[in-house]
């Protein structure tokens, strides 16, 4: 018979007391039958817990009555969330211990402590637990694992050199960003330069500095790289061409203030000789400052590339800036003679009105006297010309053209410019001065025609006259002129000389609201398009303007400049407006010069101009316009024909007086809104020979000249050859043709090679 044995187990008892489902009793339940335990569960105490080997309250108070009653073989163990109790402790009972948890949970390993604790024979009756947030924990570990996802997904080797290779490059063109913020406050100092504004300057020049060297100096710790690498030319001359400017802009406000300060001195009388050497003084650092700007100047116009259309005009403006300050600086080296010093200098000025054009730029209604001494302007007076030649007590006999189309018997001051040359109405002015009212001992002389008057104007803004009680500006300028020259005329009447007056007096004492600079270019354009014209006695000075084309003089057309073979020719032709009317405001003038060179090396040339009459009746101030065209000519040229409008010309002047040119005058007449052509044929005296050889033409523009459309047409036979040029014309087969406009002196040459 077989035995069989069964082990019988002491399973005890215990029991959980909690009104509170928690989530950790579960696990706690799970736990405790680790220990054989038989679990039971209540939301209330019972009535008798002596059966019990183990009770756990959670959060309950048991009272002291309970506990006498219980026998020591029931441990019992209080567990309270967040809360400190231990005043059951007082109570001598030995089976009694207490567990303080402070935290939203319990996981395993706080199980793990709070059974060891409760069924440990220890004498320790207090336990005090710290458990972490199960949301805070998750939290935490959610961060941790996302931390350790996006490392362990950033830190791989591709991505790793994608990063480090994209922040060297980011360090490498870091230094575009100040440089950009740069180029912004560069734009704003040009564009208020341009409009004249100089409020804000300072305060943008001082940004523009902060922003270029931060450039700089960011370019230059990278800048090894962009050599190792020979790409290093183009941020090298953008980033120096940036320092240059800002370097140019302090240069050019410093100048600017000096500048003012020079016109203050220069207006201010009784100057003694402290302020005398002080205004020299600022004069000789502004030719430094202009020494400075042009370096800078320069080195800018090399580092902007050539053939890139945004920067055209960039570079047309610093050729054009570059070109003044050349001028600018030469001229202040004559500032002893120019400013009078230890001398009075008496300067002439003419007023030429050239919408009455006249040879030497206009009808001349009225003149003044500029005195300048010791660097002060001392005076300046207004004469209308009536008042002088109203003197002229003999006979002077006019040039045949105005005896015979303005029917004056007498020569005049009024009419003295009837010659293309400046100097040569110059003396002839002198001379009738002298006669008229004994006027003498001019150092120099200066023609301002109306166009340069309104150029000036334009510089300087609205003027108001109080003594007349007008704003006067370049557009009205013209008309409120004629209303006071022409308005109750007669010969003796002031009132023309009395606003010319005013308003050169409102100039001067507005002078420090002026704008140097708007006031210089003005100037410049009005001397460089022949709307005012300068001659000075002094020989060294005039020499630096007749090398600009700023004295209205005749050019030797001779060939000076070239060792090969040069054959020149020349052009001048110029208007009389003998019609005693201002119809020249209402006329367009045109001219289209062909030039056909055989095979044998012949030179024929046809000159075409076209009039046309814009006026719009035969009344005053337009009308018909009787001119009397003169045209200078190449010494020996031959003269075929001249026509007007296919009509053969017969009668017509013709000059050979002169050292080197032929003139030829005739007069015509244009009648209001028609239309002529003139038509000139000439040939040269002049061959092209073998071999290489310059063709050279001088196309003079006559004082006081609205800016006329220029054609050139050459034609060159199959055996003669375009070589080389200095203009940009189009070519079409044997035929090169260029238009420009005559706004200035030209002067052309084609170097040609004849088999």
Known sequence: MMLKTEIVLDRQKILIVTKKNYPFITLFKEYLKKYEGEVYLSPIIPKSIKQFNCCFFINEDINSILIKELSEKTKLIFIFFNQDKNTILNQKVSNIKIINIHGDAINSTDIDKILWFSFSSSKEKYLKLHTISPKKNLIKNERILTSKKILTKF??????????????????????????????????????????????????????????????NLYQIVRPTYLFFSIAIFPDNTVDALVKTHKVFEKGYESYLNV?????????????????????????????AINSLQDNLNSINQKIPLGIPFFKEEKNLLIIANDSLIKLEKLLDYHDKIFGKNKLSKYLVFFAN???????????????????????????????????DGQLKVHIEPPEPIRKYLKIPHWFLRDSNFSPDFFENYQQAKFFLEKEMNLKDFDGAILLTTSAVEKILDAIGTIYLPDF?????????????????????????????????????????????????????AIKKSLDEKQMVVYFENESLQKFFDSWHWSGRLINPLCQNFTTNCLPDYLFFYDANVGINKANYYINRMATLKIRIDKDGDVFNNLTIQYKNDSPSEVFPGGIYRNYLQILLPKNAVLKTITKDGVLINQFDEDSGFDFLKKIGFFFEVPPKKIVLIKIDYQLPYKIKSGKQIYQLIVQKQIGSFNNDLILEFTLPSNISLINKNFIPLVNGENIIYNTNLDTDKIFFLELNKN
Request: proline share 3%; charged share 25%.
């Open 469 to 521: 009680n007008e704003n006067i500006n370049r557009d009205n300028f013209y008309l409120k002129t004629q209303l006071y020259s022409e308005k109750n005329f007669f010969p003796g009447s002031i009132q023309k000389k009395n606003f010319l007056s005013s308003l050169t007096r409102q100039i001067i004492i507005n002078a420090d609201q002026i704008s140097p600079i708007s006031l210089f270019r």
């Open 260 to 288: 003012k300060e020079i016109e203050k001195l220069f207006l201010k009388k009784n100057k003694n000789d402290e302020e005398k050497k002080y205004l020299s003084l600022r004069i000789k650092k502004l030719k430094e």
């Open 155 to 216: 830190f791989k080797p591709k991505r790793l050199v994608i990063f480090f290779t994209t922040l060297l490059i980011f360090f490498h063109i870091m230094f575009i960003f100040p440089f950009a913020i740069s180029v912004f406050f560069t734009h704003q100092i040009f564009s208020n330069i341009k409009k004249g504004d100089f409020k804000n300057i300072n305060y943008l020049l001082a940004k523009n500095q902060k922003f270029s060297h931060l450039t700089y």
């Open 354 to 388: 050239n919408r009455e054009l006249r040879p030497g730029g206009g009808f001349l209604g009225s003149f003044g006297i500029l005195e300048i001494k010791n660097y002060t302007l001392e005076n300046i007076k207004i004469y209308d010309v009536y008042d002088a």
